[in-house]
């Protein structure tokens, strides 16, 4: 509320070459700040960029990488990806696993209300991760996993080598969840201000939100006010939903993972194919959601994390669609995106990141990170 309008007024500063160049800054942000490995993680962003890529030239109106296929001259849906890629490709490797490491609950969960000791005990993580979390979740590349697990590795220092962190210690769990969900809010502050995606839940709504007609970016505080202080109404009604129906009903949602799996995920298969086949009303794109959902497990088979890949899949059209703006501007002088001040240093900060991140002192310590959350 505080923060989104006042970023909202910077985009009038931003060209075609800001605009790239701020895309690129994302990419290699999430790159970088992401776990995984990083040759790997890139080779996910160009794929995804190449995805994005398919259909209809906006500028000349040549179709480019569509096999002579009429029904992919406006593109590859974002909605057969994300199904197939995260959804149908997490069904098959559920159902690769032994039946016994598919059960959650092993007793019945009692005594969740948290009591004044562990109140005290938490209120200087929760404070301490909100502020981390809220930093992590506006800048490109941070977002809820990168929060919480720096925010326990924080807690985790602090309470020195003599804590009792992996012993029952609450600011083990109230740290990470504190960042996590401060994360999560604020990370939709670039998405509605500057319409780019921080991490993969905002690319899915930017996904959605251009499903429904609508252009994130600074006009939709203009155009769409209702939309966009709808939107920040309903945070604060759904974190008071989610107390109320999570902490006196959790026994009975727990209930639901004790249904087996080979009666959910016929259902779960059904629902992602009635919603890809409603949207495009094509049985193509529900044969193109099987496809991706193979592709998808492929990767996760060769350890490639699909999130940059969604990522480029989003932002590929609009660094396309920036880039030949600002070169159709200078008359094809490249130059454009070091003279100017804002474009320049966000490509540096982004050379630089890439400087760190081939650093092995900082690639061991990416890793430990990320292990010991």
């Not at 029952?168 to 780019?196: K, Y």
């Amino acid at each position: 509320m505080l923060v989104g309008p006042s970023l909202a007024g910077l985009a009038r500063y931003f060209g075609a070459a800001e605009y790239f160049s701020l895309m690129a800054l994302g990419l290699v942000a999430a790159t970088v700040l992401a776990n995984g490995d990083l040759v790997k993680a890139l080779g996910m962003i160009f794929v995804g960029l190449l995805l994005g890529l398919v259909g209809t030239d906006i500028n000349t109106g040549a179709q480019r990488y569509t096999f002579g296929l009429n029904i992919l001259a406006d593109g590859l849906g974002f909605v057969p990806l994300a199904m197939g890629m995260f959804g149908l490709a997490e069904i098959v490797n559920n159902l690769g696993q032994p039946a016994e490491q598919r059960s959650l609950v092993a007793k019945r969960i009692t005594g969740l209300f948290p009591t004044m000791a562990d109140l005290k005990a938490s209120t200087g993580a929760v404070l301490r991760a909100t502020g981390l979390g809220s930093l992590l979740g506006v800048l490109p590349g941070g977002g809820p996993t990168l929060a919480a697990f720096s925010a326990y590795v924080l807690e985790k220092k602090l309470a020195g080598p003599n804590g009792t962190f992996g012993n029952g210690d609450i600011r083990g769990v109230a740290a990470p969840e504190a960042a996590n969900n401060a994360a999560a809010q604020t990370s939709f502050i670039p998405m509605l201000t500057l319409g780019l995606p921080s991490n993969a839940v905002m690319a899915l709504m930017i996904g959605a939100m251009t499903v429904h007609g609508i252009a994130p970016g600074p006009q939709v505080m203009t155009q769409n006010p209702k939309l966009f202080w709808g939107l920040i109404v309903s945070m604060w009604v759904g974190n008071l939903m989610l107390l109320v129906i999570n902490l006196p009903l959790v026994g009975l949602w727990v209930q639901l993972l004790k249904v087996p799996y080979r009666i959910l995920f016929p259902a779960i298969v059904l629902f992602c194919a009635t919603g890809v086949y409603v949207i495009g009303l094509s049985v193509f794109e529900v044969y193109l959601m099987a496809a991706f959902g193979l592709i998808g497990l492929a990767l996760s088979r060769c350890g490639c994390d699909p999130v940059p890949l969604l990522l480029g899949f989003i932002l590929g059209p609009m660094m396309e669609e920036n880039l030949r703006r600002a070169m159709l501007i200078t008359n094809g002088d490249p130059s454009i995106f070091f003279t100017r001040p804002l474009s320049a240093a966000f490509l540096a900060i982004a050379l630089g990141l890439v400087a760190l991140a081939l650093l092995p002192k900082l690639g061991r310590r990416r890793a430990e990170v990320f292990q010991e959350g």
